[in-house]
């Protein structure tokens, strides 16, 4: 089946399932439904590309909803959650069971949690930096601050000091980073953030001794002018699991089987304790059209099918 035709499908299976009469709130105003209304929804902003992708095509098979997508820091977003000034946010991680005790269970309720993606952090150095293969544990000595300069790596390195740079300080990344690779501690003082994804990619095409830490959906649509005008002023690095061991970058390929280590999972968190737009947009995330989406831009769909190839050498 086309994915044009999948669409159509898609639209008149949620369009049959959630049409009902009309829902309105204790002031006579009308509700959002699945597929149509109003809502505002906080992002992360590593995950920017795909999901503004995405809900371009979900505004066009539903021109009945208006979704306002803002593209904050993983941190932001959840606070906004968790204060109840946003139902919906889209992030890399679920939320815990104390945010769960302790802000929903109290209103009757559990937010639903709907994987729709695996992502990774993406390494990036400057493009004459010849140290793009570092291995898992030289990564943990640089995000905990035990190896510093260029040179504690690869003795024949000038690059000088370590700038470790990141793309917001509440952002999901740097949470990743701190808690899954450098073990809970705290990041060391040559660490910094910016505001942005692209600004870290621009602070690293600039600085040859800089190590940035972005979302991979930032460089992961090869199709992308844009990932293309990217990946011509940085360098992607590669991560071994051992010195001399084969070191691999965080393509969709390496997620999916666990080569690349470091991956982490994209939750649409939907806070509406009714049958409302979030469900929505969650129900089109995860859809085959969706999925295809996510899958298109270099993301990892969570349902996306995984052949692996082997070839026999005569």
Not at 87 to 115: C, N, S
Not at 161 to 170: A, E, K
Not at 245 to 258: I, R, V
Request: hydrophobic share 40%; with cysteine; proline share 5%.
């Amino acid at each position: 089946m086309s994915t044009e035709k999948m669409l159509i499908a898609l639209s008149l299976t949620l369009a049959f399932t959630f049409t009902s009469c009309e829902q309105r709130s204790k002031d006579g105003r009308v509700l959002d439904t699945p597929t149509s209304g109003e809502i505002r929804i906080l992002v992360d902003e590593a995950y920017q590309p795909v999901i503004a992708s995405a809900l371009d095509v979900f505004d066009t098979i539903y021109p009945r909803t208006n979704v306002q997508a803002e593209y904050v820091a993983e941190g932001e977003a959840v606070a906004a959650l968790l204060r109840d000034s946003v139902q919906v946010i889209i992030i890399g991680r679920a939320l815990t069971d104390e945010e769960v005790e302790r802000h929903f269970k109290p209103r009757g309720f559990t937010p639903k949690m709907t994987l729709i993606a695996y992502d990774a952090p993406a390494f990036i150095v400057h493009p004459e930096n010849k140290d793009a293969l570092l291995t898992q544990e030289q990564l943990r000595q640089i995000v905990t601050g035990q190896k510093k300069r260029w040179s504690d790596l690869n003795p024949r390195s000038s690059l000088g000091d370590i700038v470790l740079v990141f793309d917001h300080p509440l952002s999901g990344t740097v949470r990743y980073v701190r808690d899954s690779i450098g073990g809970g501690t705290t990041l060391p003082d040559n660490a910094f953030a910016l505001k942005s994804n692209a600004e870290v990619i621009d602070y690293v095409s600039k600085h040859k001794n800089a190590l940035g830490i972005i979302g991979v959906n930032w460089i992961s649509d090869a199709d992308d002018k844009g990932v293309q005008s990217f990946l011509r002023t940085i360098k992607l690095v590669d991560v071994a699991p051992a010195p001399g061991k084969e070191g691999f970058g965080p393509y969709q390929a390496y997620l999916a089987t666990g080569q690349y280590p470091y991956r982490r999972s994209v939750y649409v968190i939907n806070a509406q304790a009714r049958t409302g737009l979030g469900l929505g947009i969650a129900s089109f995330l995860a859809s085959d059209p969706g999925q295809r989406i996510i899958q298109k831009d270099g993301l990892l769909a969570a349902q996306a099918p995984i052949r692996l190839i082997q070839l026999q050498r005569k």
